[in-house]
């Protein structure tokens, strides 16, 4: 056993990634106390730095979700919904929702102040109905734990394969409030959680706890910690969480460059994860497009910015002349119906096809408000998977292709490997599509289908791509109620068996 880390020196070599060493920089180096922990990202060389009590926050809050879930087997069913049943309720009550709406606000004043986006955090009037059906969905979704999956017959005895809670459920969240009761879901499955959500909705968060959830755990029966928040706005609290061993699954939703730290460190301490940190849709125009569904799938696809929002398209050359004005027209649309000016990327083969109009310098409504540029930007074929994360102005890449199998081989190298749609009417040019592209999600029409609630009537925990391997042995969709393990049980019923030869 070595000794404790007490202390770091600026310019100390470290070494990572099995041959690559990093640098201990002077801001580390000053920062660092005894009882502080610091982690060497294996696949980036990246270092950072928990100080104690986040390290002690965390494992505090990990602990009382590890406690909880050791006391869910003596659960019921019952209570649990009516966990759920009395959560939805607290959110209907309009006097303990109007002391969650003032915590909202000072959230979202702060925010601005910063000069933060604040289209997610804000919690809206269809954002606390979204909620409330969420929860009433979990009251009455058909309990699956301890179900029979399979029973094995032998001679004096059986086995029973039967359904399980995971553990507890590690999960972390950008600043959109309506995702915490979407973490709740983990409970049907016998479950716990243990979650930290953004800085900018923590005054938020800490709201709903004590005018909502914590009364709903209490007034159910359901164990203390059930559901626990770790109380920190520093970013080092989720690396914390993410390092501890007590996680049996780490959840992640938020940028892509953070999602992909967070899912290193959740590996590197041996936890499996669940990310989702790129998005970022396709519609592909098939052969055989119809110009009016193409644009009405365009359109429909750029309502607002979230991960699947249409973010690439790709138009044969032979189909041009006649679906980019259609593409231009839908995109004008959108934002049109945002009172901004759409923002147009391209390569450099399509520029061709883009008329005048959109060449010139325009206004683009960003997160920091109107900033002028360029309406139609030029970049290179290995950047048209990049997600744009926009604000006001729906901003997408448009890429010119020979045919659908181009395209399909442009999605499977550049593309996260998310969301895509063919728009074509042939049902061979489909079936192909289908079985050519490497995508979880597949669609002929919009890409905002794409969503738990939406779709399969499932609050989602979280979407994920196959950016970095497919999903073994469940969909891309993870759910509250799909987070199950399997247990073995052998009931004997002759009490003289035995295994001697």
């Avoid at 590690?170 to 716990?192: C, H, K, M, Q, Y």
Wanted: aromatic fraction near 6%.
């Amino acid at each position: 056993m070595g000794n404790e880390l007490d202390s770091l020196i600026a310019g100390t070599e470290i070494p990572y990634g099995g041959n690559k060493v990093t640098v201990v920089t002077d801001e580390i180096a000053s920062s660092f106390r005894k009882g502080d922990r610091l982690i060497v990202v294996q696949t980036s060389g990246d270092l950072l730095h928990i100080p104690s009590h986040v390290w002690d926050l965390s494992s505090q809050a990990v602990g009382s979700a590890h406690s909880a879930f050791l006391k869910m087997g003596g659960v019921s069913d019952d209570a649990i919904s009516d966990f759920y049943s009395i959560f939805a309720n607290r959110l209907s009550n309009d006097d303990s929702f109007g002391k969650i709406v003032e915590a909202n606000a000072e959230d979202v004043e702060l925010a601005k102040s910063k000069g933060r986006s604040t289209t997610r955090l804000i919690l809206s009037e269809k954002m606390r109905e979204d909620m409330i059906a969420g929860l009433r969905l979990w009251e009455n979704v058909p309990p699956r734990r301890g179900s029979s999956i399979e029973n094995i017959e032998h001679d004096g005895w059986t086995v029973d394969l039967i359904s399980s809670g995971l553990g507890v459920i590690g999960f972390i969240f950008e600043g959109r409030p309506n995702v915490f009761a979407d973490a709740t879901g983990v409970l049907r499955s016998g479950n716990t959680v243990v979650f930290r959500i953004g800085s900018d909705a923590l005054q938020t968060a800490n709201a709903i706890v004590e005018h909502a959830l914590n009364p709903s755990i209490h007034k159910s029966g359901l164990p203390e910690g059930a559901v626990s928040l770790v109380n920190s706005s520093e970013r080092s609290a989720g690396y914390a969480m993410f390092s501890d061993e007590r996680l049996a699954l780490a959840v992640a939703r938020g940028s892509g460059p953070a999602v992909a730290q967070l899912g290193s460190v959740s590996r590197q301490a041996g936890i499996p994860v669940s990310l989702h940190g790129t998005g970022g849709a396709w519609i592909i125009a098939g052969n055989s497009a119809d110009p009016k569904k193409f644009s009405s799938a365009v359109f429909n696809s750029l309502d607002r910015k979230v991960c699947n929002t249409l973010n690439t398209c790709c138009i044969s050359e032979e189909s041009a002349s006649q679906l980019i004005p259609e593409f231009l027209n839908a995109m004008k649309q959108a934002g049109d119906l945002r009172n901004s000016n759409p923002k147009l990327h391209v390569t450099e083969s399509a520029i061709k096809h883009i008329p005048e109009s959109w060449l010139s310098e325009t206004s683009i409504g960003r997160a920091e408000g109107e900033v002028p540029e360029k309406q139609t930007e030029i970049i290179s074929l290995e950047k048209i998977g990049t997600e744009w994360e926009w604000e006001n102005s729906p901003e997408v890449t448009l890429v010119i292709v020979k045919n659908t199998s181009e395209a399909v081989d442009l999605f499977n190298k550049y593309s996260p490997q998310f969301v895509v749609s063919l728009i074509a009417e042939d049902e061979n040019e489909q079936k192909s599509f289908f079985a050519d592209v490497n995508a979880p999600f597949v669609g002929n029409g919009f890409t905002r289908w794409v969503d738990g609630q939406y779709a399969l009537n499932r609050p989602e925990l979280g979407l994920s791509n196959w950016q970095y391997g497919r999903l073994f042995g469940r969909g891309g969709v993870l759910s509250g109620d799909s987070i199950l393990t399997i247990r073995t049980k052998a009931t004997q019923s002759d009490p003289n068996i035995s295994r001697r030869s």
